[in-house]
């Protein structure tokens, strides 16, 4: 349990995060996409060749949508998490939800002025639940691109308020990025897709260095036979998914993101992703193969429906 002799939420209201900065380039967006796994069963697909190499003479390569989550990983590995009279052991972290929304498509290299602030916290006795948004400027246009609010449970860092009043606080719409049912009908579309043994040693390239991915023994600690794959990787792969089958290929009319991390998943593994079209929303689920079960769920929205559908 924390130490809740500290904690006061006047302090953590009024605590002002640090600002960052996030800088990429044109060869840091195609390494994540070969990390999601873009081009990885064709090299030549013609959905997704467009973000690792210059097409049919495109002068920039595109930027997968699910890039954005990479925007917010200096934002909770730089002492954002830090608050005032919460005490947490970083190994005992896990990240449970990432909700995200775009407001223009990505330049393929840009300078980011990241913005963060307290979304929600919540006591849960044996652990506390952190969310944190992060909202990610052009440095030098000054345009607001993205939004990202991850959902970070903390064990073991609960019971930091009065247990008759476990504290609880959420600046935003509780709804907003609720866990959508999954539809008992059949999928709209369903998508499989192989993950490759080296997938997580590749997507740590993207900024993600968790040891818990890469190192064996460190797995073992965590209670795993092998590194896992990063759950932003397996989002990865399940809004590719998406925008194979439902957006024929046009990434850009995403406009918000929603996963929730149900399991883990080991790299080599099939993931299957199951969708359904509810108007303009594509609630999704993707299953592991070999285990069949369920290890991702949520919902894209779209700005408008393709053509075709």
């Given amino acids: ?84 009279g919460l005490q ?44 944190l948004e992060t909202k990610s400027y052009e440095k030098q246009s000054g345009e607001l691109l993205c939004m990202n609010r991850s959902t970070i449970y903390l064990r073991g860092a609960g019971g930091f308020s009065n247990s008759s009043h476990p504290y609880s606080y959420s600046n935003y719409p509780v709804n907003q990025a609720a866990a959508p049912k999954i539809p008992k009908s059949q999928p709209f579309a369903v998508f499989e897709d192989c993950t490759q043994p080296s997938q997580a ?47 024929r290929g046009d990434a850009n009319i995403i406009k918000t993101i929603s996963g929730r991390f149900l399991l883990h998943v080991y790299p080599g593994e099939t993931l299957i992703t199951e969708m359904w079209l509810e108007g303009l929303r594509v609630i999704y689920q993707a299953k592991v193969k070999e285990r069949n079960r369920a290890v991702l769920s949520g919902f894209v929205d779209l700005r408008h429906m393709t053509p075709s559908l």
């Fill in 201 to 247: 040693l590749l997507y740590r390239l993207s900024g993600d260095y968790n040891p818990l991915h890469s190192d064996p023994m460190i797995a073992e600690v965590a209670g795993f036979s092998r590194p896992i794959l990063h759950g932003l990787c397996s989002l990865g792969f399940a809004v590719r998914a998406v925008i194979k089958c439902i957006c």
């Fill in 1 to 84: 349990m924390a130490d809740n002799s500290r904690f006061d939420h006047d302090l953590v209201l009024a605590h002002k995060f640090p600002e960052t900065t996030f800088t990429y380039t044109e060869r840091d967006a195609a390494v994540y996409a070969l990390g999601v796994g873009a081009c990885g069963r064709n090299a030549i697909d013609s959905d997704e060749l467009k973000y690792v190499y210059h097409e049919n003479g495109q002068q920039f390569v595109q930027v997968l949508p699910t890039f954005a989550a990479i925007f917010s990983l200096g934002s909770l590995t730089n002492g954002s998490m830090d608050l005032p």
């Fill in 88 to 131: 947490y052991d970083p190994r005992l972290l896990l990240h449970g939800q990432q909700y995200i929304q775009i407001y223009k498509p990505f330049p393929s290299s840009a300078s980011l002025i990241n913005k963060v602030s307290l979304a929600g916290l919540h006591d849960k006795g044996k652990a506390a639940i952190l969310e």
